[in-house]
């Protein structure tokens, strides 16, 4: 055998995490498991086994043509929710490493945070939320794509890593590879909508609150570095994933200006409606017609109004667009 490789099974790997890794990391081989119990791989760990099959489901590869915030929009360097992803990985991924984290793990929850969501970004979640109990969230029909609809048989930590990932679900992730996912998610998204918004003439730079500049700097990789740097040094303080307080109070402003000025603008209601009536008509559509959602996106326990939603929320925007003029026309 040539001296040249190494030969990396999935016991090294795991060794090295026994090592190397911060006390307060997820090590796979105390991972609590998956809901149907499976022999362990030869060379990869369990959570890089979620991470590799992520990549490879169907539901990851529609989010290239799936709205982050402007629907349909002219111009090739608008976010997606597939480009979003990928920021967010990045951004997990480097606040992994540096605290001494499980990366694969925060990888995997990263990755396929989002393949949940609807068309038309969160406005499908408004769309949605009259026909079921409660609210529809995007994170919770995420782990339904995973463990139901193109079942991968996920690691309990990978499926609650993605289920809240959002701020406003309640309990918070139980690992702290899931929390550092929560922030990644909102540095991501702020940093790169407010370029998005620019880039679309809704807003301009100095539009934006003044703390802002003044805690964050110049919009781009400087906003990145120093909400990352933020989140690192205030949870090696702090012992949990946190951000230090000027930085998460100009976050913060930041949103809210967002949601003011952008995401929720009265110049958008038109758009905003458009989405909606899509959404709904399709979904009543096809409850009405359950024959017509294909059997790769229903699974045999659904009731037509669950599957209804599965499949109208799977869909890209364009596809949605698509059916509905089909069926409107």
């Known amino acids: ?51 590799d099959r992520i990549l490879h489901t169907k539901a990851f590869r529609r989010l290239k ?29 480097s606040i992994a490493r540096y605290l001494g984290l499980n990366e694969a793990l925060t990888e995997a929850i990263c990755l396929g945070h989002d393949v949940g969501h609807s068309p038309f970004g969160h406005i499908g979640e408004d769309a949605l ?9 995007h994170a919770a029909q995420s782990v339904r794509v995973f463990e139901v609809l193109e079942p991968i048989n996920p690691t309990r930590e990978v499926s609650d890593g993605i289920r809240a990932h959002s701020w406003k679900i309640d309990p918070p992730p139980f690992t702290e590879e899931g929390s550092v996912c929560r922030y990644a998610d909102r540095i991501a998204y702020l940093t790169h909508d407010v370029d998005d918004a620019v880039r679309a ?46 930085e998460l109070e100009a976050m913060h402003e930041v949103r809210d200006f967002m949601f003011e000025r952008v995401y929720v603008r009265p110049e958008a209601a038109d758009q905003r409606d458009h989405a909606i009536t899509v959404i709904r008509g399709l979904v009543d559509h096809y409850i009405a017609h359950p024959e017509a959602v294909p059997d790769t996106y229903r699974h045999p326990e659904s009731d037509p109004i ?18 509905w003029e089909a069926r409107s026309g």
Do not use: C
């Open 1 to 51: 055998m040539s001296p040249r490789f190494a030969d990396r099974r999935r016991a090294d790997a795991e060794r090295w995490e026994a090592e190397n890794l911060a006390p307060a990391a997820a090590r796979s081989i105390e991972s609590r498991g998956r809901l149907v119990p499976e022999p362990p791989d030869a060379r990869r760990t369990a959570f890089e086994r979620d991470r």
């Open 129 to 137: 939320s009259p026909y079921v109990a409660g609210e529809w969230h």
């Open 306 to 323: 669950t599957a209804a939603i599965d499949y109208v929320s799977g869909m890209t925007d364009r596809f949605a667009l698509r059916e």
């Open 65 to 93: 043509h799936k709205t982050q915030v402007f629907i349909d929009p002219d111009g090739d360097h608008f976010v997606t929710r597939l480009t979003h992803t990928l920021q967010v990985t990045q951004i997990g991924r």
């Open 201 to 246: 003439g809704v807003i301009g730079y100095p539009d934006l609150p003044a703390a802002a500049h003044r805690v964050f700097g110049t919009p781009g990789a400087a906003w990145i570095n120093t909400m990352i740097e933020s989140v690192v040094e205030e949870s090696r303080r702090m012992g949990t994933i946190t951000m230090a307080a000027d």
